[in-house]
Nanobody, 127 residues
Framework: QVQLVESGGGLVQAGDSLSLSCQFSGRSFSNYGVAWFRQDPGKDRDFVGS????????YYADSAKGRFFITRDTTKKITYLQMNNVRPDDTAVYYC???WGAGQNYPLRRPDEYDWWGQGTQVTVST
């Protein structure tokens, strides 16, 4: 079993920065690629970005490129999503997801490609 716990969400203003964390536990973190998704109520869960299990391949959705950055701390088993210059349309519940061996040669962009999910953290961006 893999457990994922997101934290760091909250209410921020447009233009602010915010850092989300995804704490991994249960199995060997170094074997898992981790992705971030986000979801508005009534809408699909959208890919934000991912980092490979090795940690050297990072992919982003177009909406995140240049503003969001994903890193991972293998010692702490945490994956971070640094969100800069946030916009109101970034408002969503943000989820992290993990999959064994994922994200090295190509990103896994669909939610159904991931077996393990966190409970989500709400990010609200005001104008």
């Amino acid at each position: 079993q893999v457990q994922l716990v997101e934290s760091g969400g909250g209410l921020v203003q447009a233009g602010d920065s915010l850092s989300l964390s995804c704490q991994f536990s249960g199995r060997s973190f170094s074997n898992y690629g981790v992705a971030w998704f986000r979801q508005d109520p009534g809408k699909d869960r959208d890919f934000v970005g991912s980092i490979s299990w090795i940690g050297d391949r990072i992919y982003y959705a177009d909406s995140a490129k240049g503003r969001f950055f994903i890193t991972r701390d293998t010692t702490k088993k945490i994956t971070y999503l640094q969100m800069n210059n946030v916009r109101p349309d970034d408002t969503a519940v943000y989820y992290c997801a993990a999959e064994w061996g994922a994200g090295q040669n190509y990103p896994l962009r669909r939610p159904d490609e991931y077996d393990w999910w966190g409970q989500g953290t709400q990010v609200t961006v005001s104008t």
